[in-house]
């Protein structure tokens, strides 16, 4: 017996992946040079962020969680969870040019309700793009 069909999505209706969307940081390099910039901590998480000076005009971005979070399946949540609120608020409040990295808080990342997790990235995004 075969399975049932899983109605096929509309096309448009979902947005695409953050991979296609943003450029994903993954070399330690881009990490440790977002840490010695400018940080904003909210409820949900940490963002850490730097202007690359670059004309390339993407924006980057980074996502990690340490196992003050919890086991592997609670960091991998925080993960996927950062990278659905990066995908949603970057795309629409995030410069060209910077490079952002979103750290998962104990607890809080996988606890928070999403909208929160959303209003906490654009109030970081807000104070970290803000007056120096």
């Given at each position: 017996?075969?399975?049932?069909?899983?109605?096929?999505?509309?096309?448009?209706?979902?947005?695409?992946?953050?991979?296609?969307?943003?450029?994903?940081?993954?070399?330690?390099?881009?990490?440790?040079?977002?840490?010695?910039?400018?940080?904003?901590g909210?409820?949900?998480?940490?963002?850490?962020?730097?202007?690359?000076?670059?004309?390339?005009?993407?924006?980057?971005?980074?996502?990690?969680?340490?196992?003050?979070?919890?086991?592997?399946?609670l960091?991998?949540?925080?993960?996927?969870?950062?990278?659905?609120?990066?995908?949603?608020?970057?795309?629409?409040?995030?410069?060209?040019?910077?490079?952002?990295v979103?750290?998962?808080?104990?607890?809080?990342?996988?606890?928070?309700?999403?909208?929160?997790?959303?209003?906490?990235?654009?109030?970081?995004?807000?104070?970290?793009?803000?007056?120096?």
């Amino acid at each position: 017996m075969t399975p049932p069909e899983a109605p096929a999505a509309q096309a448009g209706n979902t947005p695409p992946a953050v991979s296609v969307c943003l450029e994903v940081l993954k070399k330690r390099s881009d990490f440790l040079a977002a840490a010695r910039a400018r940080r904003q901590g909210t409820k949900g998480m940490m963002v850490q962020a730097r202007h690359r000076g670059d004309d390339s005009g993407e924006i980057r971005v980074g996502f990690t969680c340490s196992k003050k979070v919890g086991n592997a399946v609670l960091r991998n949540r925080a993960k996927r969870r950062l990278r659905e609120v990066a995908r949603d608020v970057l795309l629409r409040d995030g410069q060209p040019g910077w490079d952002y990295v979103l750290i998962g808080r104990a607890g809080a990342t996988v606890e928070r309700d999403f909208a929160s997790l959303k209003a906490d990235l654009g109030y970081a995004l807000k104070k970290l793009h803000g007056p120096t």
